[in-house]
Every structure is written in C-alpha cells, then in structure tokens.
C-alpha cells in the first residue's frame, strides 16, 4: 500500500471526518512532491479543513482549532466587556449630570442675585463692569456707589455686585 493510501485508509477517521494522531506522525515522513499529488490529480485531499492549494496543509497557521487535539478555542467574555464599559459610560453621565446640576444651581443663584439687585432701589444708571454695594436699609434694598469703607454701614450691606456684559449682576466674593 502507498504511503498516500495509508493516508486516505487507515488513519483517516472517517466518521469524525479528521485525521487520528498517527496521521500527523505519517504526513512528516511523506515528501512535500507526494502532498503536491494528492491535489494534482484531482483527487480530494484527505484533510479539507486545513488543505489550501497554495500553501498545502496549513492547520499551524489558522487561528482557529481544526481538530479535537488542537488547543481550546477561548471566546471572549463579552458580558465582561458589557459590564466594564456601562461601568464606565454610567460614570460619564453621572459628572455630565453633576456638572449640569451645578451650573442650574449657579444659574439660579445668577437669576435671583439679579433679580435682586434689579428690584432694589437706585438713584443712578449702573455701568457694565463697574462694581456696586447693595444694602438692606430698614427692609429697602438700597443699590450704592458706597463701599462700607466709605462710610459706617458694613452691618447693612447685603453684598457687593458687577454688572456685566448681558446686564446679570454677578456677586463679588
């Protein structure tokens, strides 16, 4: 018998459709030219996963098994990947929300600041970017060009504010 028929006979499993380990031990001792002419002479080669017409029997080279002896094929964890990256995107949201909650907290402090200092009374026409003294006279918010420097009233004053450009008060510190 042939080595090549030795190949197709007996230690091909036919039921799996994969070769037995003797198999692999024969096809060292075959010559590459005995590899070639299985597939030249139109004859189906007795392993069709891992034979390709240009590189012959390339099961090394495929990253995936192509036998029961080859190594275990490990699919990646995805419910791992899934739960790491909802981790991370929940954290995300969490700052943006942060982030967006403190500026309406600042905003409503800028509204009612203004609001404020727009309702007081004043006896002049305040300038954008100049900075003025609100205080709390008998329960009359009084806007000033004052600082309590300026004269004895620091337990009356209320805080001092800038006007800027789109007409918000804005509170000094």
Known sequence: MSKKN???EELWDHYSGLPNPSWYECKKELKDSDLCNINSNNETPPDL?????????DANIKNYPTSLSAPKFELPNV????????????DVFNKEKDDIVAMIHQLQNEY???IMVWESKMSFEPIVGHTYYLYDFNGINTLSLLSPNDWDKSDKLIGSFTLNFDRKWIKCK
């Open 79 to 90: 419910g791992l990947v899934k739960t790491e990256a909802s981790k991370k995107m929940i």
């Open 112 to 114: 009612t600041n203004s």
């Open 6 to 8: 030795l190949i197709e």
């Open 49 to 57: 996963v891992v034979w390709n017409k240009d590189t012959g029997y």
